[in-house]
């Protein structure tokens, strides 16, 4: 994953919703969609905990 990829998704483990990590990244939610669309790609995943229990396995991201 990319830099802005494996922070969208650390900040999406702990955040419900894509317009609040848009407003920490200084983003538009249609980034943001587009990082979790790549990353659900690159990990295979087709849900949102799926996606970061393969993240946290692969040791991208750590569980806080």
Do not use: C
Not at 4 to 30: C, H, W
Not at 33 to 58: C, D, P, W
């Amino acid at each position: 994953l990319s830099v802005m990829e494996t922070i969208t998704l650390a900040l999406y483990m702990v955040l419900p919703r894509q317009i609040d990590i848009a407003k920490i990244l200084f983003n538009s939610v249609g980034t943001i969609k587009s990082y979790l669309y790549r990353i659900y790609i690159k990990l295979e995943a087709t849900k949102r905990n799926e996606a970061i229990n393969k993240a946290i396995k692969l040791g991208i991201i750590q569980r806080i």
